[in-house]
């Protein structure tokens, strides 16, 4: 076993992390004041933190205005935001994909149950997880009140067209809830794509930046009611929440650490080129693809790569899961860890949808994804394990 751990879970937690990043966390914690909530010069520095922070983001993501990029805890948290404050009725429809993280599909089964919401599963299309003539179709017959979508799946990899699907829902004014937990940072100015009414992110994956602090963009023309409320520096004289952004959807203390990470890390990412990034990141899976494809005791799942397809950084995040014959997920992953000290994820990665779409709920998969800072080395000993591992 060697010493250095190969880090192939990047799209659980990228790591490691630009050195910029492990200094800004450091330096906010150490002199943070709580931004907002004060005139002194420790509350000062610390809410000009966030407000840099934010600009940075929101230049390189493209918003339309900054205030409207909001902070949260989590990727999650900001789906949950959407979901519940963006006024869902009784009887509602709301159409999802095949390949969805559970972090919308068991939002979507509560609020099932308690708005008796119908909840449209689309079924999975042979290239691009949806079928574009089969949404603009629904669209029309069904009459959804909302669309959520990962932009790409978290277990194949998969990315669905989004700027076509989101021509869909603008012309035919349905609001799009976009899930960029896998895509946040491989493309600078993402939410220039017309029809994008909402954009989920968490900062500690693609974004570079720490665990603690997501990303929900809410176009200029829309309202979110607050899933939480609280005080947030500004107008205390009232007991509603504030009307005015980000203030509405901030109640409480950011957790500033983290916020200040992640504006290094986007900072970084901006710095150091998107693109290059996507393409390193891409090789490094599109390879390892090939690799499996030529081993016929290795099943690549998605139903984009049958055949030996591949796709482009645009058509597929660096994910790539697949099982190995003889091997449970997890005692590949286990024999990986423990003999190769190599870090992958086995079983359903948090997406039952997705793996009942691909017909592995009884057995899971093993999940490689890579990130920036791996190499074809390592790639290499990855292949070769997994070799060894057959051979045994």
């Known amino acids: 076993m060697t010493n250095k751990i ?45 407000f840099d922070a934010r600009t940075i983001i929101a230049e390189f993501l493209g918003a ?8 949260t805890p989590s990727c999650t948290y900001s789906i949950n935001m959407v979901l519940r404050g963006c006024g869902l009725k009784r009887g509602d429809c709301v159409f ?35 079928d574009l003539q089969q949404l603009s179709a629904l669209v029309d017959s069904d009459k959804p009140q909302l669309c959520v979508f990962a932009e790409s799946s978290n277990v194949t990899g998969e990315r669905i067209p989004i700027q076509q699907i989101a021509e869909i829902c603008a012309s035919k004014n349905v ?30 994956k693609g974004l570079m930046g720490a665990p603690g602090a997501g990303l929900l963009y809410v176009r200029t023309d829309s309202l979110l009611d607050p899933m939480v409320c609280g005080g947030t520096g500004s107008s205390s004289e009232a007991l509603e929440m504030p009307k005015v952004y980000p203030d509405r959807l901030e109640p409480g203390t950011i957790a500033g650490p983290a916020v200040a990470a992640l504006g290094a890390g986007v900072e970084f990412v901006h710095k150091t080129g998107a693109t290059l990034i996507a ?11 090939k690799w499996c494809h030529a081993n016929d005791w290795i099943k690549v799942a998605g139903k984009s790569y049958s055949e030996g397809k591949e796709l482009s950084s645009f058509e597929a995040a660096p994910v790539v899961s697949f099982s190995l014959a003889g091997y449970s997920p997890d005692r590949v ?19 039952a949808q997705a793996h009942q779409s691909l017909g592995t709920t009884s057995t899971g998969l093993v999940r490689v994804s890579f990130g920036f800072f791996n190499t074809t080395d390592e790639l290499a000993t990855l292949c070769d394990a997994l070799q060894r591992i057959h051979n045994s």
């Open 96 to 130: 999802t994909s095949a390949l969805e993280h559970n972090s919308v599909m068991r939002t979507l089964k509560v609020l099932e149950r308690e708005l008796d919401l119908k909840i449209v599963v689309l079924p999975y299309a042979d290239r691009g997880i949806i």
């Open 6 to 50: 190969i880090y192939l879970d990047n799209a659980a937690t990228s790591f490691p992390k630009p050195e910029s990043v492990y200094v800004a966390h450091d330096a906010y914690f150490r002199s943070a004041g709580n931004p907002g909530r004060g005139a002194h010069t420790l509350a000062l520095e610390s809410a000009r933190t966030i």
């Open 64 to 71: 339309d205005r900054s205030e409207r990029l909001i902070f």
């Open 333 to 351: 992953a286990d024999i990986l860890n423990l003999e190769y000290a190599i870090a992958v994820r086995p079983g359903l990665h948090c997406a």
């Open 279 to 289: 393409e390193h990141e891409h090789s490094l899976a599109t390879q390892f693809r």
């Open 175 to 204: 609001p799009l809830l976009i899930d960029a937990a896998q895509t946040a940072g491989a493309e600078a100015d993402c939410l220039r794509h017309k029809g994008i009414t909402y954009w989920a992110a968490p900062g500690h």
